[in-house]
């Protein structure tokens, strides 16, 4: 039954109550209602998109440029998953796995704890592709991305669920503005609707699933008003907030016999990446129309290689090879300094501070694009398929270009998994430490990020919450 905040009544107790509707929080509230749970489903937002209600997600960035707050996430019935575009993959292995030269990309869990529950979150998201790898040479592979189709969106292919489940309370407009705990256990959430009245909502479990920005935001503020008693160990809080940098990083000259007419994916085997000291790096080759800049590439390359230049030439104009652009969307290394903090002196209108964010990235950033890349041109070089010409700015360390992609809109980090609370906010359970009964979900929790769009891997770990929950 989908509700107003109106409507919430003070003397009810819900097996879970769950802030945020959505992947994570939606996935979750319904796969518990299914199993008989009571479940309340909190949405600050409305059914709708709102002017208003988006003004909520304002903040301000600083340090490397990012987008507007309040442009990159949603608040709305389903979240973020109104915006999705759709591409997914699983994180592969070695994201999961220490590496010494980056000690704190890795996670508590392994893939493998993730992967019974693939099947099921693909039929959640409606992904079509198998994700298969293809090896191509030493190092490279070429590599299999999904895609939902239709696009999911959470509010729209589950709002008839939504509707009839009778274990499951949906209140619109239900705003979370306070966390009561008392002797390490979450008592009740303060939730204002939209009259500004505020509802006390008591349950069994809490769960924040408020998206990879807002998890930081509200943890924040909520631990500073119980005095440090929500998350006794907060060094990590907000830090190690993460994106998937995206940038063109160059061009190609490709074989059409080698490669298709659409957008190939590739990346390094993770021999490879820890033989040169990488963090995951997924490389697109996208093909531009038949023969476009094939010849002003062809005469650059002539001047430093004409033999090469003189072969180009030849393909080209037999139509056999063609121009492509490169571009990148890779891991960015865990960074303390890349964080979330309140900015207290702009608040939204319920008085909690606004969100300030310092995108950071580090050497480590550039140096696994650059050497990704150059190994990706290496190998295409060696088996006669095309030559890559990579810009001046990732040979040279930046700097970094801010007329391209920039990020994937892919908010990771915050609230990070980690095996002891010094090390981060939540058990690898997802519970946040110190307290008994609330836990958090979505992508704040992830305490690394792999290149792959992260929307299947959230609903993955939301899944085996649910069975944790159950």
């Not at 992967?115 to 198998?130: E, H, N, Q, V």
Request: charged residues 25%; glycine residues 10%; proline residues 5%.
């Amino acid at each position: 039954m989908i509700l107003p905040a109106e409507a919430l009544t003070d003397d009810r107790v819900f097996d879970v109550c769950i802030a945020g509707s959505g992947p994570a929080g939606m996935t979750l509230a319904l796969t518990l209602a299914e199993r008989g749970r009571s479940v309340l489903l909190l949405e600050a937002g409305g059914a709708e998109f709102s002017a208003n209600s988006q003004d909520f997600y304002s903040g301000e960035s600083t340090g490397d440029p990012y987008f507007d707050l309040d442009v990159t996430r949603l608040r709305q019935l389903g979240g973020s998953s109104n915006h999705w575009g759709g591409w997914c993959r699983p994180f592969d292995a070695i994201d999961f796995e220490p590496k010494a030269y980056s000690p704190e990309a890795h996670w508590p869990i392994a893939r493998a704890d993730l992967d019974p529950y693939l099947k099921r979150a693909r039929a959640i998201l409606d992904i079509d592709g198998d994700f298969a790898d293809k090896l191509l040479g030493t190092g490279v592979q070429r590599i299999g991305f999904g895609f939902s189709r239709p696009v999911t969106r959470f509010s729209e292919k589950y709002r008839e669920t939504l509707e009839i489940s009778p274990a499951l309370l949906v209140a619109l407009d239900a705003a979370l503005v306070g966390v009561a705990t008392e002797g390490g256990r979450v008592t009740h959430f303060r939730v204002r609707d939209s009259g500004r009245r505020v509802h006390t909502v008591s349950a069994g479990r809490f769960v924040l699933a408020c998206g990879g920005i807002e998890n930081s935001r509200l943890l924040l503020h909520f631990n500073a008003e119980t005095g440090g008693r929500l998350v006794p160990e907060a060094a990590t809080l907000g830090r190690y907030w993460m994106d998937h940098p995206h940038f063109t990083i160059g061009e190609a000259l490709a074989t059409s016999s080698d490669f298709s007419e659409n957008r190939e994916f590739f990346a390094l085997t993770p021999k490879r990446m820890r033989e040169l000291g990488v963090l995951n790096c997924g490389l697109r080759l996208e093909p531009l129309r038949r023969g476009s800049g094939v010849r002003k590439l062809a005469r650059d390359l002539a001047c430093a290689a004409p033999r090469l230049g003189e072969w180009v030439y030849e393909q080209s104009g037999r139509q056999l090879v063609c121009s492509r652009v490169l571009r990148a969307a890779w891991e960015q290394e865990p960074n303390p300094d890349s964080r979330i903090t309140l900015n207290t002196d702009r608040r939204d209108v319920l008085g909690i501070p606004l969100a300030l964010l310092h995108w950071q990235k580090t050497t480590r950033d550039i140096e696994t694009v650059r050497k990704t890349a150059v190994e990706f041109g290496a190998h295409i070089a060696r088996a006669g398929q095309g030559r890559v010409r990579l810009h001046d700015w990732v040979l040279e360390n930046g700097p970094w270009p801010e007329n391209d992609e920039i990020g994937g809109h892919h908010h990771m980090g915050g609230t990070r998994m980690s095996s002891t609370p010094e090390r981060g906010i939540v058990t690898p359970d997802l519970r946040l430490w110190g307290q008994e009964n609330m836990y958090v979900a979505g992508s704040s929790v992830f305490p690394s990020g792999g290149h792959a769009n992260p929307t299947l891997t959230i609903v993955q770990l939301t899944l085996r919450l649910a069975d944790h929950l159950s």
